[in-house]
């Protein structure tokens, strides 16, 4: 069906405006329904709205770019029905329309759109083994779902959804003008039911009219390993359900991760201090280290220095990839106060470190230590 709006206003593409607007004048003319023989009021739309986009040079370039049937399919949007699939395929095309032609492409308001759900953000606390390890966790989700008591309409259903009578379900209210160029019928948009063509008479009860209403349920998530606090996770149409067969938006768990009292976490790394006896440090010492993937025996050396920090390697977070991290042990070694010190011990201590004493301390078993020591110096 060619109803090309060239070809409808019987110009050439590159014909100058005034030509455009003379023709368009011959037609307005001809096929006013106010003309007896020739009126035609179907035609007279079709031209008044090849007119509308000829003669504006912005669309005209975006009517030259998608043809006419380019044109038709993004306008038909608007008219509801069985046009969804070929407006979705022109969704792009449709924000392309709205901005340049207003409600020129269709005649149905927002009402009755397709409408895509919003978007839902939850928090999500995770204990941190839960986000070393992910699995399944339980969340409770209350989102928007179109109410069944009146289908999403939002009527009372023993009422339902009325015609308007201002437009007559057209959608539009016509008012005719007098000017120069004769008569001419002014098409805006019906101001009662805007521009839907039906009104609600009654609301429904269960949704308050909203056509929505809240509902919390619960969704069993799948956390993978190794998530981190702040990461968002994105559960695809688990947001708000959409009206009028629109799909759902989307459900974005935003992730937080519970301190735990010895793991610190650095990407795939867990790091852990521990304190060990200046004794220790001199002595050696074996330990048992308790990773997330259980005990490790770790030996510490005789002659450890402080803030030594020892590697297990891979004992961190595991990722189903492969990659790994490791759990970074840093020694701290305390020094004890003097009164845990037994005395005798700190008796030889004090003889050692008096310079005074020093030649006279030969027979001291620490005498070799500092003696050392302080040729080192
Ligand atoms: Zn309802
Ligand atoms: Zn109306």
Known sequence: MTEDFYALLGVERNCSLADLKQNYKRLARQYHPDNKETGDENMFKKIGEAYTVLSDPQKKAVYDRVGHEGYAQGGARYGGGGAYNSAE???????????????????????????RGSDQQIVLELEFLEAAFGGLKTIKINRLINCTACSGTGADPTVGVKTCTTCQGSGEVKRVTQSFLGTITQVSTCPTCSGSGTIIPSPCKSCSGKGQIRQASDLELKIPKGVEEGSRLVWSQKGNEGRNGGPAGDLYILLQVKPHARFKRDKLDIHEEIN??????????????????????????????????????????????????????KVNVQIPHKKDVPKELLDLMKQETDPEKEDKNNSSPFANFFRRNKDKE
Do not use: C
């Open 89 to 115: 395929m022109f969704g792009d095309l449709h924000d392309v329309f709205e901005t340049l032609f207003g409600s020129s492409g269709g005649r149905r308001s927002r009402r009755n759109m397709r409408e």
């Open 276 to 329: 060990i006896s200046v004794w220790q440090a001199i002595l050696g010492h074996n330990l048992e280290i308790e990773t997330i993937h259980g005990s490790q025996a770790v030996e510490l050396k005789a002659g450890l220095q402080p803030n030594t920090v020892i590697s297990l390697s891979s004992y961190g977070i595991r990722l189903d990839n492969g990659q790994s991290g490791n759990h970074l042990l």
